[in-house]
């Protein structure tokens, strides 16, 4: 559509001549309605491209990470120890140059982790191996904020193969480094204010050995690591229940990961459980970033019958659940990676009420379960998890949770991980 030319800049005698139909004030309210629908439309047309600009990324898809779950968990990459985590390593980071990453490690894409432990007692016989963690990073795009870090990691390695049985790690963690592969995948299309490496650590089955090393020997100045995500084994779900629940740990120690998780969008048939780290321990690979006051998030749907056992495979992952999760993941850090408020860690302030909630969900459906006969509890587990599940109930009711009752649940919490799961 051509421009509208002016009244003012209109040829006067084309304007002075006669109209046989319309009178001059007729023109004169025709031209104005004509110039208020080109402008309403033009108007329409723009604010559709505003809403269209705004509306989320497409989520992450089941097809989209299962490639690499199965690849990682395939029995030829031999539980990703010795030659097979060789492999398992060539893939990734040939997903990192494959969608133009760049290096981490001073051009290089692997950091070398001296040995620490022999596999020999593993029963595999083998010596001891120097591991390596990988890495790839997009710059980010704000001429500050890019000086600031967010540390996306999940380890690759497994437990090889043990007394003549491959221990395939599906879950564990196959299914996090596919969230580290599609997230970096989606974020490379569209770049932070901050720079955000993507880090698939090894020997985190030594004792978080990788990470550990990582941050003794960081790319980049420590104190400008601003937040770190971590996730580990979000295929699956708690002691095999059929919850739609992934927990996140750590926010107690950020107010703008409280912020992000309150506003998110938490795709259909999921459930955020928030819990405190204390409550579990150090289960993963946030450790050493927690340990130097790094505020994380830690992400995992928790441990299951298959757990560090031969029969975590593929074929039991629960891909739409993980994909969520990895959805998630991603808006998380969209949220987190472009926010100007700074990062920064702060004294824990529990989420109560939200950890109360979540012991009670997995009591019930313990219960449930047990009820159902998918699930087999002693006299003794039973009549623990039932008053759980009755004081957590009272206080989920009252909505409100004491600083003692707080302490309460988190000691329940634990010994539920150890009596029962």
Partial sequence: MQPLQPLAQVDPKLRKQPRIYCSDFSRFIFSCVFIWLCLVTTGSHLFAQEVENTTAPPAITADQIRPHIEYLADKERQGRRGKGKHQAAD???????????????????????????????????????VGYNLGGFIPGTDPELKKEWIIVNAHYDHLGIQWGEVFPGADDNASGVSMLIEVARKLKVAPLKRSVAFVAFDFEESFLWGSRWFMGHTPMETDQIKFCVTADMIGRSLGGLTLPTVFVIGAEHSQVARDALSNAVVPVELEIAQLGADMIGTRSDYGPFRDQQIPFLFFSTGEH?????????????????????????????????????????????????????????????????????????????????????????????????????????????????????
């Avoid at 290089?108 to 001891?128: K, L």
């Avoid at 039991?316 to 998630?328: F, G, P, S, V």
């Fill in 305 to 421: 019958p298959d757990y560090h056992t031969p029969g975590d495979t593929a074929d039991k992952i629960e891909y739409d659940k993980a994909a969520r999760i990895c959805t998630l993941i991603r808006d998380l850090l969209i949220e987190i990676g472009n926010t100007k408020t700074t990062l920064a860690w702060e004294q824990p302030v529990y989420q109560k009420l939200e950890e109360a909630k979540a012991v009670h969900r997995v009591t019930q459906q313990l219960l449930d379960a047990e009820a159902e006969g998918t699930v087999a509890l002693s006299s003794m587990q039973r009549f623990f998890v039932s008053q759980v599940k009755a004081k957590s109930g009272y206080m989920v009711r009252v909505g409100r949770v004491s600083d003692d009752e707080r302490k309460w649940v988190s000691r329940t919490a634990q010994m539920l991980l150890i009596a029962v799961f």
């Fill in 91 to 129: 893939y990734i980071i040939s997903q990192f140059q494959g969608m133009g990453l760049y290096p981490l490690f001073s051009g290089r894409w692997t950091q070398e982790v001296p040995a620490r432990v022999s596999d020999e007692s593993s029963g595999s016989g083998e010596a001891a191996q």
